[in-house]
């Protein structure tokens, strides 16, 4: 299944797809609400075409760069991959990781994005009614196609996005993981953003977000610790040569002396082992574990509940666990904390404001 | 001096072989020197008196061989093992480390006295050091015993010896190193860098129109068997491994390391062309063939120095002759009753140290803190009880003059030469490849008259079944010939007759293997673990490293639930961050 259906580029997909969703059923919300169907009937049907228009010429470009990439990429650079593919899977999965970590705090705040852009938009709206004298012809025609130039660069913001991080997720993956992938990404997304469009129970809504960000917080943890298993493996791979790839997943497949443990069987990357591939994509599995993909594991997830706990402490409190107290030493004040905790918090403090800058207070 | 010595021994053989045998005395000094047999790398080999290659020991049937051995090499302790003689009433002679000797280092002397049984024992033999992986750096020679009785000695005119063995270009230990360590888990043995025929390559051998000579082989490698042809020129099977055989025909062998053959190849009768004879390596043995790397070595039967000495050509395909289908010429009858089976699964598998070891039945081979051979000898009554022997030599007591089996299975993609030593054995039957384990109730009929050898092929998963009578009290090492396994512990020990051992050879241990033992500080009495008190204690014997964990221990279930809890806890907290939202 890792081989058909790629998780990671699922769910970059789902998320910005979401966000275009979002931003066209606002649009259309707002036309809706604006423009009164009987008296506007004309001009109505004339911007919902603008948009649609926006979204699919958005669409198109991103399908073109999109193609590009691949193109390139499984032309010319597939073969220096194929030489050093642990180390190449190993940077790709923690890459990847980082990326879903970010875009995941994100994601369960997506139902903001509502708000923000119905106040972008009629702010864009609200400038056209009041004529100024200083404007010039581009902002005019900006103005007169507000509704084409909106989704259309929402989608293309979105789209190059996607296809950069899943260029960054997907380049240790097998072309085939790709379509089956995107497609139901996209679907998902536009789903979720039809739901939303429709008004539809928030909090229920919101459920759903929370169910699909722990998913998503699963996959990425698995895939940090698999990131870092696949570096520890290209360098068993380099000590023990060749025998390591006739040792199946028997011994001399991995590295006793790295083992937490092993098992001759469910092994992720063997193609008869299908079941083994989908918890490996999900969950990190791994029949031959070692100190690294365990502890890689374990830290991952406690980065990610001390970068909540600090988000949720922001939102609470309005300020970062360690800003308040600007008067009294640090010292005296991280209680619980130690140095390297305040590192991490930091660190990930740092990530996650920049994820959820848009979101207005 | 050795050559003449036999060469006036064999002359006035005749005459004395009943009245009283000769004796063949050798003082060899084991010191290491430069040598580069193939051309292409100069590198230190083990030579004797300065010599290298090493000398052919020669004798008549019959004889007393005495070598006194001095170990000048400095850095390595050794020993020697004259292959193929049935040592006996003298097993302590017979060479193994470990088993029926200690350790020879450097600096210390060792004398080998032993006669070669009157009766049945002329024919090509060799002798070899049989310290682990030791003789493949060149303690390696033919030992040739001559038989003024020999059923074929009116067939042929003249005698011609010749050495098959692999080379490598790199020294055993280092070899060894790369061979059992973790950066190999596979086990993939090295692989030789070339092949030498009477420890050179280019090897003219000058024959005369029209004459029958007597071709005695060896493979003396550490690792590659040899498929072995002369060309336009049938061989004439007579001997193997100092068995005679009714002369068979054969246009091409496979010798396995540590094989024997003597061979008659009548000469053309004109000279006008020189005729090449090859041995390649068995590329099936080796687990990447290295580029490059040409598995022959070509000879010549030179009828004239003037004429070319013309390339081999090429082959087809190897379609060597089946020893199998051989019959001694004595025409002994197969043992149809079984007193004793001993069945050996053998496998190759990884310990928890990551490297690759053999096993005979689950259980690979460790050398004892005290040489088999001196627990036997010190232990009284229960020398019978294989315990005292410790818990990795495979060891297994023999009754006196009991039919033996040994059925052996092969579980193991290889092909692998099996040695006994102190006896030949009937090969009552082989299977082919991928046969599988061994089944009594189904198998062809065996031969009447099976073929016997000291050292015999098991085909890739198959198996062999082999039949001897225990008539030889001794210690006596079944195993692996490939160097490389013998290091990895594919190695089962006989105890044949261990009370009757004791009246053979209590007391008589010389004084200098006693001392090489003294110098080597190898305890000389007591069990394997050199308890001499209370022999069924065996606290601090020498075991090989434990089984790899069979999958989840304590760490890794403490490392699942711990990874669990953590993702569990990480998914709550995402949940309290994402509905917070909506209490808002």
């Known amino acids: 299944m890792p081989n058909v259906f790629a998780v990671p580029v699922f769910f970059i997909c789902f998320r910005e797809c979401l966000e275009t969703s979002i931003i066209v059923s606002v649009l259309l919300a707002f036309l809706k609400q604006t423009l009164e169907p009987e008296k506007d009937a004309v001009i109505r049907k004339k911007l919902v075409r603008q948009i649609w228009f926006g979204v699919g010429l958005g669409l198109f470009i991103c399908l073109c760069i999109c193609a590009g990439i691949i193109g390139a990429f499984y032309t010319a650079g597939r073969n220096a991959f194929d030489a050093a593919e642990n180390v190449w899977e190993g940077v790709f999965a923690l890459i990847a990781s980082i990326i879903i970590t970010v875009m995941g705090a994100a994601l369960l705040r997506v139902s903001k994005l509502q708000d923000k852009w119905r106040v972008k938009i009629s702010k864009v709206l609200e400038a056209e009614s009041t004529p100024l004298p200083l404007k010039g012809r581009f902002k005019r025609w900006a103005e007169k196609y507000a509704m084409f130039l909106l989704p259309f660069i929402t989608v293309l913001r979105e789209g190059i996005e996607a296809v950069l991080f899943i260029a960054g997720v997907g380049l240790g993956l097998p072309a085939t993981s790709f379509p089956l992938a995107v497609i139901c990404g996209l679907g998902a997304g536009a789903l979720v953003g039809y739901l939303i469009y429709k008004g539809g129970n928030r909090t229920s809504l919101q459920i759903f977000l929370v169910v699909s960000t722990c998913f998503l917080y699963l996959v990425a943890a698995g895939l940090f610790s698999k990131g870092v298993w696949s570096l520890e493996q290209n360098a068993w791979v380099k000590l023990a040569g060749e025998g390591v790839a006739e040792a199946g997943s028997g011994p001399g497949s991995y590295d006793i002396r790295q083992s937490v443990w092993h098992v001759n069987c469910c092994n992720p990357g063997e193609n008869g082992d299908g079941g083994w591939g989908v918890f490996n994509s999900l969950f990190g599995w791994q029949n031959s574990a070692t100190y690294g993909s365990v502890i890689s594991y374990n830290l991952y997830w406690l980065v990610v509940i001390v970068g909540f706990a600090v988000l949720g402490y922001k939102e609470r409190k309005g300020h970062w666990p360690l800003q308040k107290p600007r008067i009294v030493t640090e010292k005296a004040q991280s209680d619980t904390s130690s140095g390297q905790d305040q590192a991490v918090e930091k660190k990930h403090a740092g990530v996650a404001s920049s994820a959820v800058r848009e979101v207005p207070e | ?584």
């Open chain 2, 1 to 584: 001096m050795a050559i003449s010595l036999s060469n006036f021994l064999f002359a006035i053989c005749p005459l004395l072989s009943l009245i009283s045998a000769g004796t063949v005395t050798h003082d060899f000094e084991v010191s290491w020197i430069y040598a580069n047999p193939d051309g292409s790398q100069n590198r230190p080999v083990m030579g004797i008196n300065g010599q290298w290659p090493i000398p052919t020991i020669t004798a008549t049937k019959g004889d007393r061989i005495i070598v006194n051995l001095k170990n000048s090499l400095g850095n390595e302790s050794t020993s020697l093992h004259f292959h193929g003689l049935y040592m006996n009433g003298s097993t302590h002679m017979d060479g193994p480390i470990g088993v029926t000797q200690c350790e020879i280092p450097p600096g210390s002397s060792f004398t080998y006295n032993f006669t070669v049984n009157l009766i049945d024992q002329p024919g090509t033999y060799w002798y070899h050091s049989h310290q682990r992986g030791q003789y493949p750096d060149g303690l390696r020679a033919p030992l040739i015993v001559h038989d003024t009785d020999s059923p074929h000695k009116n067939l042929y005119d003249e005698e011609i010896v010749l050495s098959f063995s692999d080379w490598y270009h790199d020294l055993m230990n280092p070899l060894l190193a790369q061979f059992l360590s973790i950066a190999n888990p596979s086990g993939a043995e090295p692989v030789p860098d070339s092949s030498l025929l009477n420890e050179t390559r280019d090897l003219s051998v000058k024959v005369e129109p029209g004459k029958t000579y007597l071709v005695r082989m060896v493979n003396m490698g550490a690792f590659a068997a040899q498929y072995v042809w002369f060309e336009d020129h049938t061989m004439q099977i007579v001997e193997v491994d100092g068995i005679y055989t009714e002369p068979t025909d054969a246009d091409m062998i496979y010798m396995t390391v540590a094989q024997r053959y003597s061979v008659l190849i009548t000469t053309k009768n004109t000279s006008d062309a020189n005729f090449a004879f090859v041995g390649s390596m068995d590329q099936d043995l080796f687990d990447t063939v290295p580029e490059g790397l040409n598995p022959n070595v070509t000879g010549w039967l030179v009828y004239n120095d003037a004429n070319e000495k013309p390339a081999p050509k090429e082959l087809q395909a190897f379609d060597p002759f089946d020893d199998y289908t051989l019959v001694p010429q004595d025409k002994e009858e197969i043992y149809d009753h079984v007193d004793q089976q001993i069945t050996l699964d053998m496998k190759m598998d990884n310990l928890d140290d990551g490297e690759n070891y053999a096993f005979f039945n689950d259980i690979t081979y460790v050398a004892p803190k005290v040489p088999t051979l001196y627990t036997a000898l010190s232990t009284g009554a229960n020398a019978t009880n294989p315990v005292i022997y410790g818990a990795n030599t495979n060891q297994f007591i023999l009754a006196e003059n009991q039919v033996v089996e040994i059925v052996l299975n092969n579980d193991d993609p290889g092909k692998h030469p099996f040695h006994l030593h102190g006896h030949a054995f009937q090969v009552v039957y082989r299977s082919e490849e991928e046969a599988g384990f061994y089944d009594p109730n189904n198998h062809t009929a065996f031969p009447s008259t099976p073929m016997r050898r000291d050292t015999i092929l098991v085909r890739p998963n198959g198996n062999i079944v082999l039949r001897f009578r225990s008539d030889n009290p001794g210690i006596w090492l079944f195993h692996c010939h490939i160097e490389w396994h013998v290091a990895s512990g594919l190695i089962a020990t006989i105890i044949e007759s261990p009370l009757s051992l004791q009246s053979q050879l209590d007391g008589r241990i010389p004084a200098n293997h006693l001392q090489a033992c003294a110098d080597a500080g190898t305890p000389t009495a007591g069990n394997a673990a050199g308890n001499t008190k209370d022999v069924f204690d065996l606290s601090g014997e020498n075991t090989s490293p434990g089984t790899l964990p069979a999958g989840f221990e304590a760490k890794g279930i403490v490392a699942l639930v711990f990874s669990c809890i953590a993702a569990f806890l990480g998914m709550a907290v995402i949940s309290w961050y994402g509905l917070s939202e909506i209490k808002k």
